[in-house]
């Protein structure tokens, strides 16, 4: 199973279209993210993001509301005194 975690650019770097970055803000963990699936994405945009790589923009509602589901799964897991998923840090 895979999971893409949701996350707002703050900037983008680079000209040539396979090597442009950008720096994604992951609820205050931010990483440098290739860019290259999504030639469109600029500084604000939402984008869901997969092994390094942002793989579609998405809209800020449906960004919000996974990463609510994520802070939830988060509380669950630690209720039942288990370790949360990667990405859903609460």
Not at 12 to 17: I, S
Not at 27 to 39: H, Q, S
Not at 40 to 51: F, I, K, N, R, S
Not at 64 to 90: D, F, I, K, N, S
Request: aromatic letters at 4%; one cysteine or more.
């Amino acid at each position: 199973m895979c999971l893409a975690i949701p996350g707002r650019i703050l900037s983008v770097e680079g000209d040539d279209p396979l090597l442009r970055t950008g720096r994604i803000d992951f609820g205050g963990a931010v990483k440098e993210i290739n860019l290259v699936y999504t030639p469109e994405a600029q500084p604000g945009d939402y984008v869901l993001v997969h092994v390094g790589f942002a793989m579609t923009v998405i809209d800020e509602v449906e960004a919000e509301r996974v990463l609510e589901t994520l802070h939830e799964v988060a509380g669950l897991a630690e209720a039942a005194g288990q370790a949360a998923p990667p990405g859903a840090a609460a």
